[in-house]
């Protein structure tokens, strides 16, 4: 672990490798667990107001949680989460004709109709960040369904930071980002 400003960061985001194999997991991520994507409390009103535009770019499964549950729901840790479709399929997941998960936020999104890509903890996976009250612990967050994407990254030779990094400039900034290169750098030495 090393600190970068208020950041305690785990080594594992240099040191493994990660790039998502789409056709390998068909999105799995996005449909398997126990709780929805984690949420801060900006979020949480971005998605009540981008619901009218998302809306058309769901599954009517998803819409039918949505509008009984609400666009973001709190967990029984009291987190903040996307709400899940029978405790399975993320609310906002949708499917391409390979069946293949994708996330309808990020459809609406890419056709131009909100400015908003997803929640953030979605773009960085497989990072995983906890935010505490001095500081946030950034880690890599191991998941067998994501074996393909640790063979792809390995065989591309993607350490984790580098496949995440536009998320984690849009969630640290650019300075974080390029200290974190200069960690990167030093460590792999």
């Known amino acids: 672990m090393f600190q970068l400003g208020k950041t305690i960061v785990s080594e594992d985001i240099i040191e493994k490798d990660f790039v998502c194999n789409l056709s390998a997991c068909k999105g799995a991520c996005c449909i398997d667990g126990e709780a929805g994507a984690p949420l801060d409390e900006e979020e949480t009103k971005i998605l009540e107001e981008i619901y009218p535009k998302v809306k058309p770019f769901l599954r009517k499964e998803g819409i039918a949680v949505l509008e009984k549950e609400g666009t973001w729901v709190t967990s029984e840790w009291d987190e903040l989460e996307t709400p899940l479709i029978n405790g399975k399929d993320c609310a906002y997941v949708i499917f391409d004709e390979r069946k293949t998960a994708l996330c309808g936020i990020e459809e609406a999104y890419n056709s131009g109709e909100i400015d908003w890509k997803k929640p953030v903890s979605c773009h960085l996976y497989p990072i995983r960040v906890k935010d505490y009250s001095e500081f946030a612990a ?42 974190l290169e200069k960690v990167a750098e030093k460590h792999l030495e």
Not at 147 to 173: I, M, N, T
């Open 138 to 179: 950034v880690n890599y967050h191991k998941w067998e369904i994501c074996d393909d994407a640790c063979s792809l990254g390995k065989e591309l030779q993607v350490p984790v930071y580098k496949f995440v990094k536009q998320a984690l400039v849009r969630k640290f900034g650019q300075n974080w980002y390029d200290e």
